[in-house]
């Protein structure tokens, strides 16, 4: 039995994500630009060692041009409907990186990737920014699930995904090479019809 009444299904038309979202006053999602690519790398260089234990790509952002492609890529990839790339900012200020990794349109499905300058964690900065781009992606795009996924030890966006609602999945075994090692991954997701905030 379906899980979905046919009745209740509408044609979908896949739509671009929004480039501006607020999330509070002060705190806004904005498209990455190459106008932040200055900002962007300082605030990379300044927290390269602590991104270091989680993110595998800092070797390939060595430079002001390795970030300039990386915007460039992030800005075509959005014109072809595959994802987006937002800088957070507080009070116009970048402190961190939050975006869609990739969109599935046929299914309706999307994956969130995000960091955040270590001297602005633990302030729910992240667990917000998440919130706004779920209820945009589930009221505004008309998308149905929402994916995170996290190394099994990194318990800082574990408990992003407990206080968003999500659902554990499973986990992936040696999901990524990290350097010089692989980590294993933990899926979490949630629904439309799941959402409670």
Same mark, same amino acid.
């Given at each position: 039995?379906?899980?979905?009444?046919?009745?209740?299904?509408?044609?979908?038309?896949?739509?671009?994500?929004?480039?501006?979202?607020?999330?509070?006053?002060?705190?806004?999602?904005?498209?990455?630009?190459?106008?932040?690519?200055?900002?962007?790398?300082?605030?990379?260089?300044?927290?390269?060692?602590?991104?270091?234990?989680?993110?595998?790509?800092?070797?390939?952002?060595?430079?002001?041009?390795?970030?300039?492609?990386?915007?460039?890529?992030?800005?075509?990839?959005?014109?072809?409907?595959?994802?987006?790339?937002?800088?957070?900012?507080?009070?116009?200020?970048?402190?961190?990186?939050?975006?869609?990794?990739?969109?599935?349109?046929?299914?309706?499905?999307?994956?969130?990737?995000?960091?955040?300058?270590?001297?602005?964690?633990?302030?729910?900065?992240?667990?917000?920014?998440?919130?706004?781009?779920?209820?945009?992606?589930?009221?505004?795009?008309?998308?149905?699930?929402?994916?995170?996924?996290?190394?099994?030890?990194?318990?800082? /966006?574990?408990?992003?995904?407990?206080?968003?609602?999500?659902?554990?999945?499973?986990?992936?075994?040696?999901?990524?090479?990290?350097?010089?090692?692989?980590?294993? /991954?933990?899926?979490?997701?949630?629904?439309?019809?799941?959402?409670?905030?």
């Amino acid at each position: 039995m379906p899980r979905v009444s046919e009745k209740s299904v509408k044609s979908f038309k896949s739509e671009l994500p929004y480039p501006f979202l607020m999330v509070e006053e002060g705190l806004e999602l904005i498209q990455l630009n190459l106008d932040d690519n200055d900002e962007l790398f300082a605030l990379i260089e300044l927290n390269r060692t602590y991104l270091r234990e989680r993110l595998p790509w800092l070797d390939d952002i060595k430079t002001i041009l390795d970030q300039q492609k990386f915007i460039i890529t992030a800005l075509d990839e959005y014109r072809q409907g595959k994802g987006i790339s937002y800088s957070i900012k507080l009070n116009n200020k970048i402190i961190g990186n939050i975006g869609l990794n990739w969109i599935d349109y046929n299914n309706r499905s999307c994956g969130v990737g995000y960091w955040i300058s270590e001297n602005y964690m633990g302030n729910g900065i992240i667990t917000k920014s998440c919130k706004r781009i779920i209820n945009h992606c589930f009221i505004d795009l008309e998308l149905h699930r929402f994916v995170l996924e996290a190394a099994v030890d990194n318990f800082s /966006s574990i408990s992003v995904a407990n206080r968003l609602g999500m659902r554990l999945e499973g986990s992936n075994i040696d999901r990524e090479w990290l350097y010089d090692h692989f980590v294993d /991954s933990n899926i979490y997701a949630i629904t439309s019809n799941e959402l409670s905030f």
